[in-house]
């Protein structure tokens, strides 16, 4: 047992376990701390991640019930205004409940809910969470990735199995206690910067039998090795966008964020920053 | 686990936890008496009947004493759901001002109401506070205050917060410092001083849109929580569930809150420490605090500590005595509590500090070696001088004793690391003309290149480095004579050129802004096999606390830089050089809690909330268990709602305060203990001096009483 007590479990730390097991254990472990630049021109990530931060805060404010139109883009922010006009374009026709009468959903934002698997805690927060009078539920996340990621890509992720998973696992909380059958749950993955291109993926009760074995065998596996068993990945590729790189040795230059390759990592830089987790609760302390 | 935690409550917390979840209930009592624990266990079995998680507030006034309810929220047996926010009073008005800034922004009376607002930290307040009082020191502001600079700017930053946590105009401050000041009338005139510049930064951070923690407060509860019905509606559509602990350290804004949204929630337990009040340097009202109880249909009162023994018990009731006669009067001579507080109590004396150390090192190590783990010790003075930290770990780690000091934080630029990566910095970008001084040049070439001793280093500096025009310039390595070359070594000497070529790159190439480039400075070169900084872990983590502030102050102070030309790297480097920007970093309240000895000032121990076996109380003869910090600029207590607008504040109104202070004090630390309490006494301080404060008249006192007490009469 080399996991910290309590520790949690989410999609981004199983994602950084199956891209690099030595990355999970230097990053949720052993908690190093590696400042190395992560993609290049830094300048560009960063205001890139920053725009992303921006929009995701403008969708919560409208989802908390700020009037739309109080919500301010400053039109020199070409990219986040096409974007807050592209979500504002969607009023009523998100993917998945396209004909449903808005008074009859319910919208749960930014929720965050937690169920424990494999003698552990697994955790997820949701950009969005969409329950329809029939009892459909609808996981949305936003996305502002530089690029519009693959199906194929997307189906691969981590994320695309944990959240619909972990809905099930403990969505009753949003049910008034009834159960969540997975035939009722889809994910739907929205690109700010490709309004009309959306991926949805419906889930059923084989695909949660299916992430209920995996997630936990996945789990036991990391909980069960040892310190030197959290070795480096094979895919060279996977050390490109990795701040650790010299660390293990595999380069000095961090790839390219407008590059043409890597389109997944990309995807997934350009979306990093949201996970709430990284938002510090400030305290007068 | 649940199953587990359940072992070993009272009747009376069973009833709470299990109750239903519905009415309001105030929880008080002592220290240690399993308050925190019936709402920890309320929390999980709330989530049990299947209330749903995110409905749930947890409330506490630091997020250090979060701590409990985050452990049982990442438990796997818990049952699957929503999740509760634990949030303290700041971190809920942060979030709410960003929600709801859309609504904010213009009644405020912010300059730029469609730009998102700039959150400051108490880093970047202290930046902006310097930019706009240094002005106002030319002209003879705060002349007969000596104290340093920087002081001064966190004490005007101070009074803002405290303006705002108690819900008054922040243009009362000077106004009500005056006005309760009996002493020399020249401080009328620092008042006044430090009135202005609060009104100075105010009105700046609107013009800019800036928000500094009292900004953040008094929007929240001010135009959002008292003004704003979607806020109001917001908060109370989701949250329908509070635990509130350790409510006496809260300020009175938060108590306003609870008392006006206590009606809404369907269930409540607040939770009240006696006696407690810790954090009134910092706003907190327990006196606010406590009239709580009014609002709720349910007071229960807890009384046995789970903590203490009968013997520390005694000796908590025979300090308050001493300590607070007028408050006991007319108690019988014999103690009401059953225990001997002679076996709570023992104590050594040396003439000087030194032999004091040793003889407590010595007890320390006969405890562990008794048995007791290093965790269950800890070693407490009034505050923790560098000096002291230093001699006890360094005895305590001699004797092969695991010790830990607490650091609140630690100056980055006090790590060499930071000296390196920011002389570096200086050396790529000549324009600043902040050439290093040919020593910390040593010192980086220290740093920088692995394998590199300070003989080899110095000669290294003295023959490469030079000032051309008073900007830095690097020699190559190949430039050296030969018998250089071979002394310094070839290895040496190649890394070196790698060095200078990167930087000479750096410099040549478009300017970037100084995080980024420390970044890429620490991946493309020092962490790369050869360099100092190759599988540092340390020299890593004291980097990234580094760019993590550049970063900061750059978001912040970034734009309006750039507008008057001044490079943003050198403004960084300039304002850590003076102090201003103590570019600190504090560990994470999260980190794990090492098996070893724990030395702390007493008021941090405190406030982790954390019982131990053994406790061992420095510097009982020094005035600093007893008196205020001197605070020339502000006043926790004429600062705060409770105190009436004129009145004067008179010594005996300090000695007062002092007093009952200290007593909560110790009380609160004996309330934390649960073997013994070791007094370390010497004739002779630290610096070489007699001191005899208060608290050592008062162990004086009761020791007399004490014959039979191991160490006889202090």
């Keep these: 047992m080399n996991l910290p007590d309590n520790f949690v479990f989410s999609q981004g730390n199983l994602q950084d376990y199956v891209d690099c097991k030595r990355r999970f254990q230097l990053r949720y472990i052993e908690r190093r701390s590696w400042p190395a630049i992560k993609a290049e021109p830094a300048l560009v990530h960063e205001e890139w991640m920053q725009l992303g931060a921006r929009f995701h805060r403008m969708v919560e404010q409208a989802l908390s019930g700020v009037p739309a139109e109080q919500i301010n883009v400053s039109p020199e922010d070409e990219k986040l205004s096409l974007w807050w006009r592209n979500y504002l374009s969607l009023h009523g026709k998100l993917t998945g409940i396209e004909n449903a009468p808005e008074e009859e959903l319910s919208f749960f934002p930014e929720l965050t809910l937690s169920a424990g698997v494999g003698g552990y805690r697994l955790l997820a927060k949701y950009d969005l969470i969409v329950i329809t009078s029939a009892g459909q539920l609808v996981i949305y996340d936003w996305k502002t990735s530089v690029k519009r990621p693959r199906r194929e890509w997307l189906a691969d992720r981590l994320q695309t199995r944990v959240y619909p998973y972990l809905l099930v696992r403990a969505g009753q909380t949003l049910t008034g206690g009834l159960p969540v059958p997975p035939e009722k749950v889809s994910m739907v993955y929205w690109f700010a910067g490709y309004p009309d291109d959306p991926e949805r993926f419906p889930y059923n009760q084989p695909a949660f039998e ?47 964020f407008t590059g043409e390759e890597a389109e997944g990592t990309l995807a997934e830089l350009s979306d990093l920053l949201f996970d709430l987790d990284t938002i510090p609760e400030i305290g007068y302390d | 686990m649940l199953g587990k935690l359940i072992t ?42 299947g209330v749903r998680g995110d409905s749930l507030l947890v409330l506490v006034p630091q997020r250090a004493l979060g701590k409990p309810y985050y452990d049982v929220l990442h438990t796997p047996g818990l049952a699957a759901g929503g999740l509760p926010d634990v949030v303290t009073i700041g971190g809920l008005a942060r979030r709410m001002v960003e929600l709801f800034w859309p609504l904010a922004a213009e009644k405020a009376g912010f300059a730029h109401p469609e730009a998102p607002p700039t959150f400051l930290t108490l880093e970047t307040a202290q930046y902006y506070m310097a930019h706009l009082v240094r002005p106002k020191l030319a002209e003879g502001f705060f002349e007969t205050v000596v104290i340093d600079r ?96 350790n409510i006496e350290e809260n300020p009175p804004v938060a108590h306003q809150i609870l008392q006006d949204w206590l009606p809404d929630f369907d269930s409540a337990l607040l939770i009240f420490d006696q006696q407690a009040g810790y954090r009134v340097f910092l706003g907190a009202d327990p006196g606010q605090a406590s009239e709580l109880r009014r609002f709720c249909e349910r007071q229960v009162l807890f009384s046995e500590s789970f903590i203490t023994n009968p013997s520390l018990k005694s000796l908590e009731e025979a300090l308050q005595r001493v300590l607070q006669p007028e408050k006991n009067p007319a108690l019988p001579a014999s103690l009401e509590t059953p225990g001997d507080p002679s076996l709570a109590l023992s104590y050594s004396q040396a003439r000087y500090y030194p032999q004091m150390l040793d003889d407590i090192t010595d007890r320390i190590a006969d405890l562990i070696a008794q048995g007791t783990p290093a965790g269950e010790i800890v070693v407490l003075a009034p505050f923790l001088s560098d000096s002291l930290r230093y001699s006890l770990t360094y005895r305590l780690e001699a004797a092969g004793i695991p010790a830990r000091a607490y650091r609140p934080s630690r100056a980055l630029r006090d790590e060499p690391a930071t000296l390196c990566l920011l002389s570096l910095a200086a050396i790529a970008h000549p324009d600043w003309q902040m050439s290093p001084r040919k020593e910390d040049f040593t010192l980086t070439l220290l740093q920088a290149l692995d394998g590199l001793d300070l003989v080899r280093a110095r000669l290294l500096a003295d023959s490469v480095y030079r000032l051309k025009e008073g900007k830095p310039v690097l020699e190559s390595f190949a430039q050296l004579p030969a018998s250089k070359r071979e002394r310094i070594t070839y290895r040496i000497g190649e890394v070196y050129d790698r060095l200078r070529d990167w930087l000479e790159n750096a410099a040549s190439g478009p300017v970037e802004p100084l995080d980024h480039f420390i970044a890429r400075l620490f991946g493309e070169l020092l962490s790369q096999p050869g360099f100092g900084f190759h599988a540092d872990y340390k020299a890593a983590e004291v980097t990234a606390n580094l760019i993590e502030s550049v970063q900061k102050f750059r978001w912040v102070a970034g734009e309006p830089l750039q507008t008057e030309g001044i490079p943003l790297g050198r403004e960084y480097l300039q304002m850590v050089q003076d102090g201003v920007i103590a570019a600190t970093y504090v560990h994470s309240f ?73 007593t909560h004090l110790v009380t609160g630390l004996i309330r934390r203990c649960r073997g013994q309490i070791h007094l370390g006494l010497s004739q002779l301080n630290e610096q070489g001096f007699e001191s005899r404060g208060p608290l050592l008249h008062a162990f004086d006192r009761l020791l007399r009483n004490l014959p039979e007490i191991e160490g006889g009469p202090v």
């Design chain 2, 8 to 49: 070993g409550l009272t009747t009376t917390q069973l009833e709470i936890i299990e109750g239903p979840p519905a009415g309001h209930i105030f929880l008080e009592g002592p220290a240690g008496c399993g308050k925190t624990t019936t709402g920890v266990e309320r929390l999980a079995r709330l989530l049990e009947s």
């Design chain 2, 590 to 662: 999260q980190e794990v809690v090492a098996e070893a000895v724990f030395l702390s000032p007493a008021h941090t121990f405190l406030m982790q909330n954390r019982p131990v076996e053994y406790q061992f109380w420095l510097e009982i003869g020094s005035r600093n268990w007893f008196e205020r910090i001197s605070q020339p600029l502000t006043h926790p207590y004429v600062l705060s709602r409770r105190w009436e607008k004129g009145r004067s504040w008179t010594q005996s109104e300090e000695e007062r305060t002092s007093r009952e202070s200290m």
């Design chain 1, 210 to 256: 299916r992430d209920s074995s995996y997630l936990e065998g996945l789990i036991n596996e990391i909980s069960g090795l040892e310190p030197t068993q959290f070795t480096l990945t094979d895919v060279l590729q996977q050390c490109t966008y990795c701040q650790y790189r010299s660390l293990c040795d595999r380069g000095t230059r961090a790839g390219e």
């Design chain 2, 150 to 245: 920087n002081r001064l700017y966190s004490q005007i930053i101070d009074n803002l917060n405290k303006a705002a946590l108690n819900d008054f105009d922040h243009t009362e401050i000077g106004e009500r410092l005056k006005s309760a000041w009996v002493g020399e009338i020249s401080q009328l005139r620092v008042y006044d001083d430090a009135q202005q510049c609060a009104n100075i930064f105010r009105q700046y951070c609107l013009e800019h849109n800036l928000l500094d923690f009292s900004l953040q407060v008094e929007i929240f509860y001010r135009l959002l929580w008292q003004a704003e019905p979607l806020c109001q509606q917001y908060l109370k559509r989701t949250y329908h569930h509070l635990i509130a602990d």
